[in-house]
């Protein structure tokens, strides 16, 4: 009697125990794919977000307007501002003229960013499609943090040339909070 019971046993733990491995497998997988459809659908809007801020007919006029214009500039910031606080995965969205014009800037962190430096808008100036890059630094009052950052021209819609570069940098530490 001890005998089919010990094997009726092992048998039992067995089976359970490949049906609980393969249960955990795929409870894993669909977590993975959760994940993965959050990142894409938060690297899309932010690719959504840049086409639309590209196209905005006071970026557009502020970038292309011979001299700096202060209404459209603040205009622009209260805008800029109110993207940032909606999405907590931005950490900042920068618009950096191709000329003399004051680049643009809203941040999450009060100054997490610097002004641009000339040598910064030279670097973007050189891009002519957008690039992704990974683990730039962002330092500000509560310390240095990693983003992921989005940079893409702005060209004129009225004769294509590049007037500007649109930089927004997602904040590392709350993508990997959400995952």
């Known amino acids: 009697m001890i ?17 609980s491995e393969e249960k955990a497998k795929l409870s894993g997988m669909n977590i993975l794919r959760q994940l993965d ?19 905005d007919d006071d970026v557009q006029r502020y970038l292309s307007a011979p001299q700096r214009n202060v209404v459209l ?29 004051e680049a643009i800037a809203y941040s999450q962190t009060p100054g997490a960013r610097q002004p641009v430096a000339r040598e910064e808008a030279e670097s973007l100036a050189g891009r002519e499609d957008k690039t992704w890059s990974l683990a730039a630094q962002l330092s500000g009052a509560s310390g240095a943090g990693q983003t992921m950052t989005l940079s893409r021209p702005i060209r004129s819609t009225d004769h294509y040339a ?16 959400s995952l």
């Not at 009726?8 to 733990?13: A, Q, R």
């Not at 205009?75 to 501002?81: A, E, H």
């Not at 590049?162 to 909070?177: E, K, M, Q, V």
Request: hydrophobic share 45%; proline share 2%.
């Open 3 to 19: 005998g089919p019971i010990v094997l009726l046993g092992y048998f039992s733990y067995h089976t359970a125990s490949s049906v």
């Open 37 to 55: 459809t959050q990142f894409q659908l938060m690297v899309k809007d932010v690719e959504n977000l840049s086409i639309f801020l590209i196209g």
């Open 73 to 101: 500039r603040t205009s622009i910031i209260v805008f800029l501002t109110n993207l940032v606080f909606s999405k907590d995965y931005i950490a900042d969205i920068r618009i950096v003229p191709d000329d003399d014009k």
């Open 162 to 177: 590049t007037i500007g570069h649109l930089t927004i940098s997602l904040n590392r530490d709350a993508l990997t909070r």
